[in-house]
C-alpha cells in the first residue's frame, strides 16, 4: 500500500490553492495465488515426488507438479500448493533429505519450517534482526546455517526444532564485520564459510 499527496488544483472554500488530497492505492490479491507475481529468488526440486518449490519476490513459496516426461518447449506444469506467511522476499529455500521439512529465509528476518504435505508452518525462528539472505543444509547431521544483513550466522539442529518448543539457535558465530549475502557449509557441520561485502571469505569451525 501506497500513499502519495498533491496539489488540490480545484481550490475550494476558504482555499489558498494549496490544499493536499491525499491518494491510496492497493493490490486485492487472490485467496490463493497460483502464479508468480513477482521475480523468482531460489528453487528447490523434489525428485521422488517431482515436486519443484519456488519463492521469491511476491513473499510467496509455491509447489508445482512436474509431468513425469517432460518435452522441451511442451512442459506443463501446475501449483499444487501455496505457503503464504511470509511479508517480504524469500530469500532462500532448502529441503530436508527425507523431503519432508522445507526451510526458507526471507527479507522479514523470519525463518520458517514447512511441512512439505499439507502446506502448514510448523516453526517460525526469529533470532535475526534483519533480513535473511542465505541458508546452508548440512545434511548428514541435519543441522543448518542461516546468515543475515544483521552480520550474524546461527547454526540450528533441526531435529531439535522437530521434537521440542526451542526456537533458539544451537550456536552463534560472531565476528563479522559486514553484511553476509551467502554461506555455505560441509555435510557435517565442521566447516562454514560466509561471504560477504567485506569482498573476503571468512571461514568458521561452530564445534
Known amino acids: 500500500m501506497s500513499d502519495k499527496t498533491r496539489p488540490d488544483t480545484k481550490g475550494g472554500l476558504g482555499s489558498s490553492g494549496n490544499k493536499k488530497r491525499v491518494t491510496i492505492s492497493y493490490v486485492i490479491r487472490e485467496p490463493e495465488e497460483r502464479q508468480n507475481r ?5 528453487l528447490q526440486f523434489d525428485t521422488s515426488s517431482r515436486q519443484l518449490y519456488t519463492a521469491g519476490r511476491d513473499s510467496i513459496i509455491r509447489t508445482w507438479s512436474c509431468p513425469d516426461n517432460p518435452r522441451v518447449g511442451n ?4 501449483c499444487s500448493l501455496c505457503m503464504d506467511e511470509h511479508s517480504d522476499w524469500v530469500n532462500s529455500i532448502f529441503l530436508t533429505t527425507d523431503n519432508n521439512i522445507l526451510v526458507s529465509g526471507a527479507s522479514d528476518t523470519n525463518i520458517r ?3 512439505t504435505s499439507d ?11 534483519d533480513y535473511v539472505t542465505a541458508l546452508a543444509y548440512a ?10 544483513l544483521d552480520k550474524q550466522i546461527f547454526i540450528w539442529d533441526l531435529e531439535e526444532l522437530r521434537t521440542t518448543s526451542s526456537t533458539a539457535p544451537t550456536d552463534k558465530l560472531l565476528g563479522q564485520k559486514n553484511s553476509i549475502y551467502s554461506i555455505a557449509t560441509t555435510p557435517d557441520c565442521s566447516v562454514v564459510v560466509s ?11 561452530p564445534r
Open 38 to 42: 513477482a521475480g523468482v529468488n531460489c
Open 75 to 78: 512442459m506443463s506444469m501446475k
Open 113 to 115: 519450517l514447512w511441512d
Open 119 to 129: 502446506g502448514s508452518c510448523i516453526r517460525c525462528l526469529q533470532s535475526h534482526k
Open 139 to 148: 545434511e548428514n547431521v541435519n543441522k543448518f546455517a542461516s546468515a543475515s
Open 195 to 205: 561471504g560477504s561485502t567485506e569482498k573476503i571469505m571468512r571461514v568458521w569451525d
